[in-house]
């Protein structure tokens, strides 16, 4: 072969080779890459490296009934070792003095003292003419602006903490992660405010804000958050992070459970239920006794049992009465 031919060759045959090359490591890798949020959890990570001071669970507290049920709920996030911050928003004019006998400022020390929570006081959110109830709920819009937290957890105090809740806090980055609100029609999207995973942020606050003093009389938590973020929030599966006590009532729960093939079964549906919000109109909440007609009234009905041939299927009739006493029981212990 002449010299010169050869000496030409040599690029093109450099050139073949590099080709072979970089496609070869490409068959090699290719398989798909996992996405990585920073501080991700999974089962197998090591938490025991995560700054838990960044996360913090949030209570807003508008008065004496709402402070306990708060209480009630920073006991339970104590005792199943709950890692991140704990943060109650509660209402300036409460006491924390340590000579006071008032229900408040025994509370408040109680939950600073015994369950390690940071008490930050407030001035509460209202409007006149309003439902107090739901008009001070305004309050809990207060989370966005803990911007001291890389995110927070705001929990309605009208619950019960079923299990650990701490994994949420390392869901994909969002301004807002929530659920939606499975029981209504499934098209309407509505998005549920009993359960909120906030970036608190200046940004997002004053948006907040905005929509807090632009609302109707008509207009909540939960519509401002549903108007803000009903297409951008990250939606967090109501199965198993949320249920409400109205569904062991139900009669269908095909919009808990996702689909019509699967059948109810409260054994299965509260073991891996995490947070239960108490939600029975006409039944009062969990706190203010109920008539005993009313609770007899409204109580799930006994299922026909196909073993037995009878309707002595009673389970959620007895799972419902057991989270009313329950969470009086609890309560009288604060």
Known sequence: MPRSFSKA???KIAIVILFIIVESLLILTDKPTAVYFPGHYSGQADVTAVNWSRFAYTQYVTNTAYLCNSVMLFETLHRL???PD???MYPSEFSL???SAEPESRLLRKARDEYNVKLVPIKVRSRPN??????ESFTKLLAFNQTQYHRVLSLDSDSTILQSLDELFFMPPCPLGLPRAYWLDP???VQSSQLLLIRPSHFEFGRITTAINNASRTEYDMEIVNTLYKDSALIIPHRPWTILTGEFRGEIHTKYLGNDQEVWNPDEVLGEAKFLHFSDWPVPKPW???PQEIIEQEQPRCRFNATSGHKDDCRDRDYWLGFYADFAKRRAAE
């Open 9 to 11: 060759l040599r690029p």
């Open 81 to 83: 070792n709950s890692k």
């Open 86 to 88: 704990r943060v109650m």
């Open 97 to 99: 003095d340590e000579n």
């Open 130 to 135: 309003g439902d107090d109830t739901w008009a």
């Open 187 to 189: 098209d309407e999207r």
């Open 288 to 290: 203010i006794k109920a």
